[in-house]
């Protein structure tokens, strides 16, 4: 598997990934992390934009999606109830991370590049998010405290610095 810049031509198969996504994570009791339709064609289209999307692909096969920001993320300037672990050195943040579920090993799979690209990773998701919350503890990561995305929403938010 590699990860590579999704294209314009990924979008139609990043939809229906997300929709896979959206499904398992209402199977899984997280209803309205996402929303209906969440992220939609124009988000996608933003993120390819600002070269932050990418994907993960065997074969001419896309397996997954996530978009990876290194640099100040406006929602995570205030965090409640705990501390960031490093608040002074760049960091990168994954967002938006989901598969069809095909395959395993994913998250770990991102998380790798991620890290190569930038040692000091922030993520965050939503508290019904237990499969994501599950992954994110698992990689070591430190839960910081709680976040607001745009809408307002809390996000538990997460921080691991790898050492190079």
């Keep these: 598997m ?3 810049p999704t294209t314009y031509a990924d979008i139609d198969t990043l939809l229906v990934i997300f929709a896979h996504a959206r499904q398992q994570m209402a199977a899984d ?4 992390q996402w929303g209906d339709g969440y992220p939609g064609r124009q988000q996608l289209e933003e993120d390819i934009r600002r070269g932050v ?8 096969k896309i397996y997954a999606t996530f978009v990876f920001i290194i640099g100040e993320d406006p929602t995570y300037q205030i965090i409640e109830n705990g501390a960031w ?3 002074t050195q760049p960091y990168g943040t994954i967002h938006r991370i ?4 095909q395959t395993q090993g994913v998250f770990n799979m991102v998380l ?9 990773i922030r993520i965050d998701t939503h508290q019904d998010n237990q499969r994501m919350i599950h992954l994110i503890e698992k ?3 430190s839960r910081c405290g709680i976040i607001y995305t745009r809408n307002r929403s ?5 921080q691991k610095i790898v050492s190079m």
């Design 2 to 4: 590699t990860i590579r």
């Design 29 to 32: 009791g997280n209803p309205t």
């Design 53 to 60: 999307s990418y994907v993960v692909e065997a074969n001419g």
């Design 85 to 87: 672990l490093d608040n």
């Design 98 to 101: 989901a598969s069809n579920g």
């Design 112 to 120: 790798d590049w991620c890290t190569a690209h930038c040692p000091n």
């Design 139 to 141: 990689a070591h990561f």
């Design 154 to 158: 809390p996000r538990i938010a997460y």
